[in-house]
């Protein structure tokens, strides 16, 4: 495939940062974890509280293994934290006059918004964060670039909205436009960039496609597309990268690190035709990744929970926090373009742990199931349920539509066939399939939720019946 934005030249937007060694890199995130623990203990209640609980003070942090003494805190702390100090809870540690921007997480866990405060300096440490990643996919000043999520109280809008300014590109932010004005504004302009979820990037091309826009020669200066919040399959990735004509990136960010810590470089999400990997602003904050049943740090090649301590965020730092991601830890060696971290993540693979579903005593995450089903060209999009049958099984069942095209039924049923294996192979679990009529199921325009579970109503059900 044609690559129009890999070149040898790498770029860098905080280049002695981004290229320290690893024993600089050590040397100057203890500094900074000892810096965020004096300030956090002796300016915010919460801290001094927690941390006098758990016996522990600034004093014992004498080398970055000791982060290990200090206890975790996590999203219910917070939420209560404000609930008792409202409304920015006791964790701040300036002065209200020196707080200027307000995040308010989106609460996809259901469990309530946290609040978080930023100075001045936290923000412009943010936006640097951004910026990286667009200075190393080889964005310019000038460049144009579309942001197709929406502005809005979460940081990602706003942090690529600034971070992009912060390079000298120029942000357009769409999202108060419909996807057909969001099109003609983007070819109106032949823009160099696109930054959206997978879930719309796929609704945008659907679209693109039945209006008949060949996109390789509408968006001909496309530099690059980045992705954020949720995981895809590598073979979509790679269809996109075909069907656009460019390299898709990915960021990972949040509301808690205030950052966009892990960036692809120029290299992007999918190099070699599998995920790559995601460097890391170990320059900005320390995070750990811990086994999520022992809390103890995880191998190069597992998986673990990113839990963050931040050095950037003076206002309200974040220390111990557990991200409640799931993300494959690299060693340093994966990448050759010269950035520098203590280790690499797996690109296009974080999920959240409360994604997984547990099906017949099988851990599935959702995106494996992607994986499967999208891997069938013919397959336009799904939906999952688990459930509890009359008989008490536990179904776990893929309602799915084709792409609208003519297709005989004999064709129909070997991609089915196909498709079960496909699941079962990847899940280990067999799954009842369905089509359904193309149109008929949802479309998402930037939080992918497929599956939903219904079992325990279900088992209220089962139990009557068994009467
Ligand atoms: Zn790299």
Aim: a neutral charge; hydrophobic letters at 35%.
């Amino acid at each position: 495939m044609e690559r129009k934005t890999i070149t040898k030249e790498n770029h860098h937007f905080l280049k002695e940062k981004e290229t320290m060694s690893i024993e600089d890199l050590k040397t100057l995130q203890f500094e900074k974890t000892r810096e965020t623990l004096e300030r956090a203990y002796h300016n915010s209640q919460f801290y001094r509280n927690i941390f006098d609980k758990a016996k522990v003070k600034p004093e014992d942090f004498k080398e970055l293994e000791d982060i290990a003494r200090f206890p975790f805190i996590d999203k219910l702390d917070l939420i209560k934290d404000q609930e008792n100090h409202p409304p920015f809870g006791s964790r701040v540690c300036v002065t209200p006059d020196k707080i200027c921007r307000i995040n308010i997480t989106s609460g996809t866990s259901g469990m309530g918004q946290e609040v978080h405060c930023h100075e001045e300096a936290s923000i412009v440490a943010a936006n640097a964060s951004t910026a990286s990643h667009f200075a190393a996919i080889g964005l310019q000043k000038g460049d144009l670039s579309a942001l197709l999520y929406p502005l809005g109280t979460m940081t990602g809008g706003m942090l690529s909205y600034e971070g992009l300014r912060m390079l000298g590109a120029t942000p357009m932010p769409l999202a108060v436009f419909n996807t057909n004005q969001k099109i003609a504004i983007m070819k109106r302009f032949n823009v160099h960039h696109i930054s959206t979820t997978p879930a719309y990037l796929s609704r945008i091309t659907s679209i693109c496609m039945e209006k008949g826009i060949h996109l390789k020669e509408t968006f001909s200066r496309l530099k690059g597309i980045t992705l954020s919040t949720e995981p895809f399959p590598v073979a979509w990735a790679l269809k996109m990268e075909d069907l656009w004509g460019t390299v898709i990136h990915d960021i990972y960010g949040s509301t808690q690190l205030n950052l966009n810590y892990a960036i692809t470089c120029k290299y992007g999400a999918v190099p070699d035709g599998q995920f790559g990997c995601y460097h890391l602003a170990d320059y900005l904050a320390l995070v750990e990744v811990l086994n999520k049943e022992t809390d103890k740090p995880v191998e190069l090649g597992e998986w673990g929970e990113p839990v963050v301590t931040t050095f950037s965020r003076k206002a309200m730092p974040l220390i111990r926090f557990r991200s409640n991601d799931r993300v494959r830890l690299l060693p340093p060696e994966c990448c050759d373009c010269g950035r520098m971290s203590r280790s690499l993540w797996e690109v296009g693979t974080v999920a959240r742990y409360d994604d997984m579903i547990k099906i017949k005593a099988t851990n599935v995450w959702p995106q494996t199931v992607d994986e499967a089903v999208f891997s069938f060209d013919e397959i336009e999009e799904y939906n999952g349920n688990v459930f509890i049958d009359n008989s008490g099984r536990e179904v776990a069942k893929v309602s799915f539509e084709f792409k609208n095209a003519a297709l005989d039924d004999t064709t129909k049923a070997t991609i089915i066939n196909k498709l079960g294996y496909k699941i079962k192979e990847l899940t280990l679990v067999t799954m009842q399939l369905e089509e359904v009529p193309y149109g008929t199921l949802p479309r998402f325009e930037y939080k992918v939720r497929r599956w939903t579970d219904e079992r325990v109503p279900g088992l209220e059900r089962v139990k009557f019946i068994e009467k």
